[in-house]
């Protein structure tokens, strides 16, 4: 089986994005998906506690993750090193890229070149991938540069995400829609 799973490194049909909103479901979708697979569970977090209330989220989280028998990798900063910690035939949920993206611009990291090392890390995985990632470009222009620094540099990296993957979804109310999917033929052109 590990030669099957290796023999697919760099397909994007091991890839998919789930995008959305805050609170639109869009993580519980991206888990169901991974739940669905029959194989070995990880789940990539990358929120920092930088308050009590996100403290408090991330234990409630580490807590369900554990009781629901998934392997834990907390990466705020090397996406990249991180799956290439994971497992061959593994199903592997990154939640968020959003988080990340804060998370590198807060840093003072050079984004291009992190950028680079994450897309380069999905090509290579041998694992299946499902990553959550948010639509921030939907409202109003932001009032201050970093907002719309992080509003643009959100926008590029879902596009690359999304042409990197082979299914692409975005969650509205709860309810996933397919902007990407082979098995359907969805997606096959560009913007």
Wanted: include cysteine; hydrophobic fraction near 45%; glycine fraction near 10%.
């Amino acid at each position: 089986m590990q030669n099957a799973d290796i023999s697919h490194q760099g397909s994007p049909d091991r890839l998919t994005v789930v995008t959305g909103g805050a609170r639109s479901g869009k993580s519980r979708f991206a888990e169901g998906l991974v739940r669905a697979m029959a194989r070995p569970k990880v789940y990539i977090a990358t929120a920092e506690g930088r308050d009590d209330e996100m403290r408090a989220r991330i234990a409630a989280h580490r807590a369900d993750r554990a009781a629901g028998g998934w392997q834990t990798i907390e990466a705020p900063l090397d996406l990249a090193g991180a799956l290439s910690d994971v497992a061959p035939g593994s199903a592997v949920l990154l939640d968020c890229a959003t988080l990340w993206l804060t998370n590198i611009l807060l840093a003072g990291r050079d984004l291009s070149a992190e950028t680079g090392h994450l897309l380069d890390a999905l090509k290579q995985s041998p694992a299946e991938v499902v990553i959550v990632t948010n639509e921030v470009g939907w409202s109003i222009v932001p009032e201050n540069a970093l907002a719309r620094q992080f509003r643009d540099e959100q926008g590029r990296l879902n596009q690359r995400l999304a042409a990197q993957a082979g299914r692409v979804a975005v969650v509205v109310a709860g309810l996933p829609l397919w902007l990407k999917d082979p098995e359907t033929g969805t997606g096959t052109g560009t913007a």
